[in-house]
């Protein structure tokens, strides 16, 4: 029991982004559709769903996310951004109890300015995709596609970004990757253009097969 | 009557960097061009005329952008100049193998309501790629003439200034694709505009209204600061910032990137209608280039070859140069001129004229000219070759460890050679921030005179191990000195974002115009002040002055040091050069063997102070030449307290290992 629990916890975000795909995408949602989509039992999916009903994160006739399930979606995908990506780059032994909440720790350790993590919100909260299916191109091996959901950044860095021709929707081709976290080459709207690995580390795409 | 005048035509070149651009404008001057600064910016100014079916056509070499937004100087400069002057025609010059991002900025150009004709270059390049473009289909798009061109042959160059002057006398008619957002966007635009049209006529003056409003609903820092000048300004702007606003409430991107999105989609639009892309399955030459030259392994050895290969080049070259135009001077023009002074002037007089007057101008052409000269055919070569990109993206990692990117590399290998290069190469790098650091770093590394004088004293009185650990412990503290310059200073460090060109054949007379250019501009800057400082050197040494400064420095030299006294005097002509250090130091104490009068950690020291202290005086030139007096002394006055410090702390670590 104290695992299913665990579960549905778990469960509750993927339902959330599932539901603003279909969304998105104009699907009427039913427990077997998001079922199928996350790969897991239509009974799981059911009491996942009851107990969002319960604590008003779903409207229970419409499926639509009501304030507080969109507020824990976002923080749901920021974390999982800030789990598996930022925290890569930075040094494990260093105090986290100088911080105030998230957004202190997200500005002052991941150098993200007050403009930089509206956006950051901001862009979260418009994605279409899960937040699971996204990677930074820094991670990306030669030869992998991807289309460009957003990029964590300041005004500065997008604009420079969007002169090149990298915009959201954009789609991009890793060419080369070099060595000991040097730069990577892409292939953006037929031309090749080199990003230092911090600037790809901030520019997150969704993969796409040939 | 008949009335004779010339015509004149005001042209402007408009491109993306890397698009043969400059090649292009070469084609056009000739070697009739000039370039300078643009006022009060650090962005290089080219200019020259032609004639053409009877007129006389300026040709203005707008700097390489990719947009008109105000991210860097180069880009508020080209739009001012576009938007202000009102040039009578732009030539947008467009790479035909990279049409999409190429035609980001030509969309900019239509938006600004400027007379644009489009030269479709590197046509040759695309259709190698297997790229069809209809260019018929694209003027008519457009609404503007599209010319294609292989500027390296010359092709279409003719054709291009035909077209020029047959929109100019009203010919062909522009008819420019109206620039049309999305619904949402659209209807912000025409009401801001329609606003800005009757609250800021004097603005519209200036810039199209419709223009001002895209670019209040961009953020534009540039005109945001131009409409809050005006009283109704700031309605305007309040008006603007509630509909970018909305427009951020409704895509959930900052609006600079929805307005970007726009015009690509539009971009999109067209591309798909006039550009068929056949898939070629030969790897092209490079292709192949490339691929060897950002290889994780033989991408380093290549570089290392280069750039070895460059230093030896401006090393050797430059000192063969140097001999020969030494030659040339000193043996024969000097020795008939201070006969011809000694006649007419008072000895006194004779001796700050030639020795100050003279020996400047010959210290300036024999030293900066060889070295200078050399560099620029090499930076040049490299530039249009399309290699410096690779260096850079091999470098890029190596150079975050001091807080800068790859760029960063190329100057500072070049300072090894010589520094005044190495000075002008730092306007490679991309923000003022940037520039700065990298400026205070290349002076502190040690040039070709520099070494004369660490293997001529160190090296050879101490050994060559103790030589190169001077080496070392220079590279420590240009190191050192860069992350502290990086963490200091305000603002944050830039990331690498740097378009890779395909490898060209450079041409050698595009090659030569550039080097002859810049080289006429650095004698230009350089040469008065090389000239001003040696003859302030020579009236402190004739009217016995500097006897009484090195008394005065003697605290410093004595005390701090721990070197004689007397070492001030070399000290201070070493300014002017600094191999020169090692003769005058012979001449002050009369000897033939420094170890008579030097102990090995006097030695040391005076290298170590002479390694980082005050750039020689046409490093200070290049220095006021690219980053203006203030900044110049600053590096200066920088590197006399750190040589000081420096050699203060080795003297003192050397007295206590009792050395």
């Known amino acids: 029991m104290i695992f299913r629990k665990r579960r549905i916890e778990k469960l509750i975000p993927c339902i959330l982004e599932v539901l603003t795909i279909f969304k998105a995408d104009k699907v009427k949602p039913s427990p077997e559709l998001i079922a199928k989509r996350l790969g897991v039992s239509v009974d799981l999916v059911r009491d996942a769903l009851k107990v969002a009903f319960e604590r008003d994160l779903i409207k229970p006739d419409t499926y639509d996310l009501t304030n507080s399930g969109r507020a824990l979606l976002i923080r749901h995908r920021e974390s999982f951004l800030h789990d598996k990506y930022l925290h890569r780059f930075t040094l494990p032994w260093r105090d986290f109890s100088k911080f105030k909440d998230a957004d202190d720790h997200l500005s002052l350790k991941h150098g993200l300015g007050s403009e930089g993590l509206t956006r950051l919100k901001v862009s979260l909260s418009s994605l279409t995709g899960r937040i699971e299916e996204l990677k930074p191109l820094s991670s990306l091996s030669p030869g992998s596609r991807g289309v460009i959901e957003f990029t964590v950044g300041g005004y500065g860095l997008l604009r420079r970004l969007a002169d090149m021709g990298l915009t959201p929707g954009t789609e991009v081709v890793i060419v080369r990757n070099a060595p000991f976290g040097g730069p990577i080459v892409i292939q953006v709207r037929g031309s090749s253009v080199a990003l230092g690995r911090g600037v790809a580390s901030k520019v997150f795409v969704r993969l796409i097969g040939d | ?659």
């Open chain 2, 1 to 659: 009557m008949i009335e004779v005048s010339i015509k004149r035509i005001v042209l402007a070149l408009a491109g993306n960097p890397n698009v043969g651009k400059s090649v292009i404008f070469n084609q056009l001057t000739g070697a009739s061009q000039t370039v300078g600064n643009w006022p009060g910016k650090t962005v290089e100014r080219a200019e020259g005329k032609l004639h053409f079916k009877g007129y006389e056509i300026y040709v203005l070499d707008l700097p390489g952008t990719y947009s008109l937004s105000a991210y860097s100087q180069e880009e508020i400069v080209a739009r001012d100049y576009i938007a202000i002057e009102r040039p009578d025609i732009v030539v947008n010059i467009v790479d035909a193998s990279a049409l999409e991002r190429n035609l980001y900025l030509t969309i900019q150009l239509l938006e600004l309501e400027s007379p644009v004709v489009i030269a479709l270059n590197l046509m040759d390049v695309a259709s190698k790629k297997g790229i069809k473009i209809d260019v018929e289909g694209l003027s008519r798009i457009l609404g503007v003439p599209v010319i294609p061109t292989i500027a390296i042959t010359g092709y279409g160059v003719d054709k291009l200034l035909s077209t020029v002057i047959d929109v100019v006398e009203g010919k062909i008619k522009l008819n420019p694709l109206k620039v049309r957002y999305g619904k949402e966007v659209e209807e912000k635009v025409q009401s801001l505009s329609r606003a800005i049209w009757n609250n800021l006529p004097e603005l519209c003056s200036k810039y199209p209204a419709r223009w001002i409003a895209v670019k209040l609903l961009e953020r534009d820092e540039e005109i945001v600061k131009k409409v809050s000048g005006f009283p109704k300004g700031s309605l305007i702007l309040l008006l603007a910032d509630e509909l970018a606003d909305e427009l951020e409430r409704l895509h959930g991107e900052p609006s600079p990137i929805i307005i970007a999105c726009e015009r690509y989609s539009i971009i999109t639009s067209i591309i798909s209608k006039v550009q068929s892309i056949s898939p070629v399955s030969k790897v092209t030459l490079s292709e192949k280039l490339d691929y060897v030259t950002t290889h994780p392994f033989l991408g380093y050895v290549i570089l290392l070859g280069v750039m070895s290969t460059v230093f030896t080049i401006v090393f050797l070259g430059g000192s063969f140069l140097e001999e020969l135009l030494s030659i040339l001077f000193e043996d024969i023009l000097l020795s008939y001129v201070e006969k011809v002074i000694f006649e007419w002037f008072s000895p006194f007089i004779a001796e700050v004229i030639l020795n100050g007057f003279f020996t400047g101008i010959v210290a300036g052409i024999t030293i900066a000219i060889p070295y200078v000269f050399t560099f620029y055919i090499l930076l040049a070569i490299l530039e249009d070759s399309g290699y410096l990109p690779r260096a850079a993206f091999l470098m890029d990692n190596l150079m975050h460890k001091i807080g800068l990117h790859g760029k960063a590399f190329i100057p500072l290998l070049l300072g090894y050679g010589c520094n005044v290069p190495a000075c002008i190469g730092c306007r490679i790098m991309e923000t003022d921030r940037e520039r700065l650091i990298l400026g205070f770093l290349v002076v502190l590394i040690p040039c070709a005179a520099r070494t004369v004088v660490i293997l001529g004293l160190v090296g050879k009185y101490i050994g060559i191990f103790a030589a190169l650990l001077l080496y070392g412990i220079d590279l420590l503290i240009v190191v050192l000195l860069g992350r502290l310059l990086s963490k200091s200073l305000p603002g944050s460090p830039v990331g690498l974002i740097m378009e890779m060109p395909d490898y060209r054949m450079p041409l050698i007379k595009a090659v030569l115009i550039k080097t002859w250019v810049r080289t006429k501009d650095f004698i230009y800057v350089a040469l008065p002040l090389i000239v001003l400082g040696s003859v302030i050197l020579e009236l402190l040494r004739v009217s016995g002055v500097i006897w009484a400064i090195s008394s005065m420095a003697s605290f410093v030299i004595q005390g701090l040091l721990g070197l004689p006294s007397e070492t001030a005097v070399p000290l201070i002509f070493g300014i002017l050069r600094k191999e020169l250090t090692l003769i005058i130091l012979l001449e002050v104490f009369n000897v033939n063997d420094f170890s008579l009068v030097l102990s090995p950690s006097q030695m040391i020291v005076f290298s170590i102070v002479t390694m980082l202290y005050i750039p020689c005086i046409a490093t200070i030139a290049a220095l006021v030449r690219e980053y203006g007096v203030k900044r110049a002394f600053l590096i200066s006055l920088l590197s006399i307290l750190l040589a000081l410090f420096v050699g203060m702390i080795t003297n003192g670590v050397l007295y206590i290992l009792k050395y």
